[in-house]
């Protein structure tokens, strides 16, 4: 028995050489062949995509530009969230959209006390001989002192690449420390496609170049304005007109202030490298729910100028005419008010533990579920679970969010025990001569 136990094992083992090792071969190319096709079409780019990116390519015919612009998106500008976009991880030149950093680096010295918004900035060769015909300049001159808020100033609404090299120069020493400081800060938010190489933008003669992906810069943007808002006021003048030293330009930002409605901010940028780049702020109404709400749109590597200023109006006419926020559970309204006979209050009332929002499609349905456990007893604790709401969209869990209860319960004693449950027997007694 053993013997013939052993043999039938060896007969299953092919050996090198073998016919049936052949045949087996024979068998499984084919499976191989097929597995490898299913594989690749798993992980095409087009499986691969996003909700983000399948929204975006649902869109493209309402964006005049979609096949030239490689970047694009849509996202809210009060929560991390974005509703379309296309290349949205791919990193990018973004040239003077990078002095969204430098202001940053420039506040966080300050924050830290190292420098004052008044502390005279004096500007040095390297910085004034960014102050060139045709480029995007402060008219600063070299030793000309400012004070580094007026630098601010200048950097942002003009986009002065002399007044972004004065700036790092003044805040850490030279520019190099400052760019240093500026991979630091990205580095420390979590980025890992964004990288600086200067202050300005400005791709340099080695022909390397500050980069980010618009994930990461949107993400940036959010952290930016709810650490230092006030980056927005720069978003408000149309021309910088300062007569004491015969300089006067329109900001960079004048052309979308005009021309969108609804514009804050933020910021523009342009280099060969990078292409024509914008990434902006905007108020837009729900045409379909009559609700307001900011966003915040991001275009980089557009070809021409007209390509960003109207693939950005695109995109806020699509947030404004095909999306709304919606509140989906609201954490302040209760759900009911369970029934707990055997605690000393009687009952408890069940709350959402938070509040779900969601920006989508304006006419989206949702499905909103209960799981209630009825047969808690007391005590129970503050925030105690009671069950779950499960949240749905065509046929798709979207969210799992706890019911609790607020406040506590107490175990009731044996006389209000007692009376509960005559007055329970009594009023089903009532019940059926009723």
């Not at 070299?142 to 200048?154: A, C, Q, R, V």
């Not at 960003?308 to 947030?319: G, P």
């Not at 949702?366 to 069950?387: H, L, N, Q």
């Amino acid at each position: 028995m053993t013997n013939a136990m052993t043999a039938g094992k060896e007969d299953r083992i092919p050996k090198k050489g073998r016919g049936p090792e052949k045949k087996r071969w024979t068998r499984i190319l084919p499976i191989l062949l097929a597995l490898s096709l299913v594989f690749s079409g798993l992980f095409s780019p087009r499986a691969l995509a996003g909700p983000e990116e399948e929204t975006a390519e649902s869109l493209k015919k309402l964006i005049t530009y979609y096949d030239q612009v490689p970047v694009l998106m849509i996202g809210l500008a009060d929560d991390n969230q974005i509703i379309m976009g296309k290349g949205l991880d791919q990193p990018r030149a973004i040239a003077s959209i990078s002095k969204l950093m430098t202001y940053y680096v420039a506040m966080e010295a300050v924050q830290a006390g190292e420098i004052s918004l008044q502390a005279p900035i004096t500007v040095s060769a390297k910085a004034a001989a960014l102050n060139a015909p045709g480029s995007s300049n402060y008219g600063l001159k070299e030793k000309m002192t400012m004070p580094l808020e007026k630098l601010l100033f200048g950097m942002m609404t003009v986009s002065g690449n002399d007044a972004a090299c004065a700036i790092a120069e003044g805040v850490a020493g030279s520019e190099g420390a400052f760019v240093e400081r500026m991979n630091k800060a990205a580095q420390d938010l979590g980025y890992k496609t964004m990288h600086f190489v200067n202050a300005s933008g400005l791709t340099e003669e080695n022909k390397t170049y500050n980069q980010s992906s618009a994930r990461e810069l949107y993400s940036f943007i959010l952290d930016l304005m709810k650490k230092y808002p006030q980056i927005l006021d720069y978003s408000q003048p149309t021309l910088v007109d300062e007569p004491e030293r015969d300089f006067k330009k329109e900001t960079t930002l004048k052309e979308f202030m005009s021309g969108i409605p609804g514009m804050k901010g933020i910021k523009t940028g342009t280099s060969v490298e990078a292409g024509s780049c914008f990434a902006g702020l905007f108020q837009v109404t729900s045409a379909k729910m009559d609700q307001t709400y900011d966003i915040i749109t991001i275009v980089l590597g557009a070809p021409i100028n007209d390509a960003r200023w109207r693939t950005t109006k695109e995109l806020v006419d699509i947030a404004q005419g095909s999306f709304a926020p919606h509140t989906v559970v609201d954490g302040s309204q209760p759900i009911e008010r369970l029934d707990m006979p055997d605690a000393q209050e009687g009952s408890v009332i069940l709350y959402p533990a938070k509040t779900y929002h969601i920006f989508t499609y304006a006419n989206a349905n949702f499905d909103v579920s209960y799981t209630i456990d009825r047969t808690k007893k007391a005590p129970t604790a503050e925030e105690e679970v009671f069950g779950t709401i499960h949240v749905s969209r065509d046929g798709k869990l979207l969210e799992e969010i706890p019911i609790v209860s607020h406040t506590a319960t107490r175990s009731a004693g044996p006389w209000t025990k007692f009376s509960r449950g005559v007055e329970a027997f009594f009023t089903f007694l009532f019940s059926l001569v009723s």
